[in-house]
């Protein structure tokens, strides 16, 4: 049995256990490419009422993503942060935006492939590791900071029923915004992005990204934590 083959085996035996509970929302979470804190990032996601997760990893990612059965999931979280993506992994993109999935990326997720062009305008923005050009130079990151998180559109059902609040989490600085995005949170801290959270419509698919979500810290913050679960209620409601 040739590789990809077994992948898909193995990934259906998976959904066996992940589509059980019918009434739950069902997300993917995809990792990889950055370490970070398993045991308290899932944590957060156990702690979801009537929500099921299955992780998917890179590598073997690129090819689950491309190949699983779109019926069986409702929306996308991204905390991942590979650099190189093969046209085939691009589709599975485009597959994702044409069936109208919803994408959640979070935190260093907007990093990601850095010589995709295209991979700004799904996620709204830009996180850049290099200079862009003598006019926009590279981004920043500042870890250990505490910073007031203020909400823009207070009624978004992304926001809804949520008060500006303080995280102590890790900073981007200088990222690059799409300007059609809607925005949803921001800081005034100087190390920071001002726009650090907001929506946007590619194809058939509702986005969102969030830019703190660094460690346990956030996770385990209640108000992050609703943040987190409005954003996957919102992406997946038709």
Same mark, same amino acid.
């Given at each position: 049995?040739?590789?990809? /083959?077994?992948?898909a085996f193995i990934l259906a035996l998976l959904f066996l256990s992940f589509n059980a509970s019918a009434n739950n929302l069902r997300i993917l979470i995809i990792t990889g490419g950055h370490d970070f804190d398993r045991v308290s990032f899932f944590q957060m996601f156990d702690s979801f009422k009537n929500l099921t997760y299955l992780e998917l990893k890179h590598p073997e990612a690129r090819v689950q993503l491309g190949t699983i059965d779109l019926? $069986?999931?409702?929306?996308?979280?991204?905390?991942?942060?590979?650099?190189?993506?093969?046209?085939?992994?691009?589709? /599975? %993109?485009?597959?994702?935006? @044409? /069936?109208?999935?919803?994408?959640?990326?979070?935190?260093?997720?907007?990093?990601?492939?850095?010589?995709?062009? =295209?991979? =700004?305008?799904? *996620? #709204?923005?830009?996180?850049? =590791? @290099?200079?862009?050009?003598?006019?926009?130079?590279? $981004?920043?990151?500042?870890? =250990?900071? !505490?910073?007031?998180?203020?909400? *823009?559109?207070?009624?978004?059902?992304?926001?809804?029923?949520? @008060?500006?609040?303080?995280?102590?989490?890790?900073? %981007?600085?200088?990222?690059?915004?799409?300007? &059609?995005?809607?925005?949803?949170?921001?800081?005034?801290?100087?190390? +920071?992005?001002?726009?650090? #959270?907001? !929506?946007?419509? @590619?194809?058939?698919?509702?986005?969102?990204?969030?830019?703190? &979500?660094?460690?346990?810290?956030? %996770? +385990?913050?209640?108000?992050?934590?609703?943040?987190?679960?409005? /954003?996957?209620?919102?992406?997946?409601?038709?």
């Open positions: 049995m040739k590789k990809p /083959a077994i992948l019926k $069986s999931f409702d929306a996308v979280v991204f905390y991942d942060m590979p650099n190189t993506i093969t046209d085939e992994e691009k589709n /599975a %993109y485009y597959r994702l935006l @044409k /069936a109208g999935k919803g994408l959640l990326f979070l935190h260093h997720s907007i990093c990601a492939y850095q010589d995709w062009p =295209e991979f =700004e305008s799904i *996620v #709204g923005g830009k996180y850049y =590791e @290099k200079k862009k050009d003598d006019q926009f130079g590279a $981004s920043s990151y500042q870890h =250990e900071v !505490t910073f007031n998180i203020k909400l *823009v559109h207070p009624s978004h059902p992304v926001t809804k029923g949520l @008060k500006d609040f303080t995280l102590f989490d890790e900073v %981007y600085g200088n990222l690059e915004v799409l300007p &059609g995005v809607y925005p949803l949170l921001s800081t005034d801290h100087p190390k +920071s992005n001002p726009l650090i #959270g907001w !929506t946007l419509k @590619k194809e058939n698919s509702k986005i969102v990204f969030i830019q703190p &979500g660094h460690d346990k810290n956030s %996770y +385990s913050n209640t108000n992050y934590r609703q943040l987190i679960k409005q /954003a996957i209620s919102y992406i997946t409601a038709k």
